[in-house]
């Protein structure tokens, strides 16, 4: 953590601009996922104000989503959890309740040249060369959803290199892991429409039937896009929760 203010904005209170060096260490990757913050006393001299300044800056942190505090242990550079995802939009139990875990296969990765549409979502120069992996979920043997993701080229190349073994059911630990790329946080939009033929084939529908379909646009720390997928679901398993409190 540098413990410097920026002085090119003298009129923004002490704690904003901590907050503002704060977030750029965790945007730039100097605090990374999981990693502790100083203590609120640490960070107070280390920038030479009081402590209840340095509380506001957290308490900023904190209510913007990119630090959480944990009771006991201290305050933590968040990181956002996708494995219950798909829990919101489709019925993941039997019918005793059980929890069901869905099980990828992945079909295909390969490089193609981007269309004009997905390297826009992306922010990519036109006909950036990216990469697509194909996958289908499965839940007890039966098709539940078939994916296709769109990564950049240049930041996950590493993917190539990957055994089919070494893929798992969660991309973004892989994401992490192989290309030091992490996923913050990610928006989806839901819509209905017809299945065009390959994903029909693979969800075990006839072309033509209409299915669930999940646009989804995932962003690294730096609010950069990272990915973008398409996913297709089955109707007859589709469940849509959401929370509100």
Same mark, same amino acid.
């Given at each position: 953590?540098?413990?410097?203010?920026?002085? =090119?904005?003298?009129?923004?209170?002490?704690?904003?601009?901590?907050?503002?060096?704060?977030?750029?260490?965790?945007?730039?990757?100097?605090?990374?996922?999981?990693?502790?913050?100083?203590?609120?006393?640490?960070?107070?001299?280390?920038?030479?104000v009081a402590p209840g300044t340095a509380r506001k800056a957290i308490d900023m942190l904190v209510d913007r989503g990119w630090v959480e505090r944990q009771h006991g242990?201290?305050?933590?550079?968040?990181?956002? =959890?996708?494995?219950?995802?798909?829990?919101?939009?489709?019925?993941?139990?039997?019918?005793?309740?059980?929890?069901?875990?869905?099980?990828?296969?992945?079909?295909?990765?390969?490089?193609?040249?981007?269309?004009?549409?997905?390297?826009?979502?992306?922010?990519?120069?036109?006909?950036?060369?990216?990469?697509?992996?194909?996958?289908?979920?499965?839940?007890?043997?039966?098709?539940?959803?078939?994916?296709?993701?769109?990564?950049?080229?240049?930041?996950?190349?590493?993917?190539?290199?990957?055994?089919?073994?070494?893929?798992?059911?969660?991309?973004?630990?892989?994401?992490?892991?192989?290309?030091?790329?992490?996923?913050?946080?990610?928006?989806?939009?839901?819509?209905?429409?017809?299945?065009?033929?390959?994903?029909?084939?693979?969800?075990?529908?006839?072309?033509?039937?209409?299915?669930?379909?999940?646009?989804?646009?995932?962003?690294?720390y730096d609010e950069r896009p990272l990915e973008w997928r398409l996913s297709r679901g089955r109707l007859d398993w589709f469940h849509y929760s959401f929370d509100i409190?």
């Open positions: 953590m540098q413990a410097n203010l920026q002085q =090119d904005e003298p009129r923004s209170p002490r704690y904003y601009r901590i907050y503002q060096a704060m977030l750029s260490d965790i945007q730039q990757g100097s605090l990374k996922p999981g990693d502790v913050l100083p203590s609120e006393m640490h960070i107070a001299q280390s920038y030479g242990k201290g305050t933590f550079v968040r990181r956002a =959890d996708f494995s219950h995802s798909l829990a919101r939009f489709f019925r993941l139990t039997d019918r005793e309740g059980v929890q069901l875990h869905p099980k990828s296969e992945l079909l295909d990765i390969r490089v193609v040249p981007g269309t004009t549409d997905i390297c826009h979502h992306l922010d990519l120069p036109d006909d950036s060369e990216l990469i697509q992996i194909e996958r289908v979920r499965r839940v007890d043997e039966m098709p539940l959803l078939h994916e296709v993701i769109y990564l950049s080229r240049t930041r996950f190349q590493s993917l190539l290199n990957l055994p089919p073994d070494a893929w798992g059911d969660l991309l973004y630990p892989l994401y992490e892991q192989v290309c030091g790329e992490v996923v913050f946080r990610a928006t989806d939009t839901l819509s209905v429409g017809p299945v065009p033929e390959s994903p029909a084939h693979h969800l075990d529908l006839p072309p033509g039937v209409q299915v669930i379909e999940i646009a989804r646009l995932a962003r690294g409190r």
